[in-house]
């Protein structure tokens, strides 16, 4: 599996440098992501630019990347470009749960954005 992270202070990039997000993959990008909010990335932006084609099992590990991020920080897909797993966001209805963000620049102003907020509801409570 090729891949790519672009860790700073806030958020990190982890850019899938694969065509396919299928069941060949998917454990090893599983665990990259248990990896990662292990390692404590609050924030989590994935680039899938070179991505073409997703199965069932590609959707299962952005699924697991949502949930463990969800209640903790941000998980934020970019560049959903190519038309065939657009189309099986769009039928699995997963567009509705899924934070899917144009670019990487917009996909960072989001997550920096989210944890402002986070940080102020946080002073709130104090």
Known sequence: MKISLDKK???SILKLEEENLNSVI???VKSEFV???NEGVVNLIFDM???KYVDSSGLSAILTAN???NGYGSFV???VDHPAVKKLIEISRLETILTIIPTVQESIDFVMMEE???ELTKG???
């Open 35 to 37: 990896f990662l909010r």
């Open 67 to 69: 949930r463990l991020w």
């Open 49 to 51: 630019t070179d991505v």
């Open 116 to 118: 402002l907020q986070r």
């Open 124 to 126: 709130e409570e104090d």
């Open 77 to 79: 897909m970019t560049h």
């Open 9 to 11: 202070e806030k958020y």
């Open 26 to 28: 998917a454990p090893d």
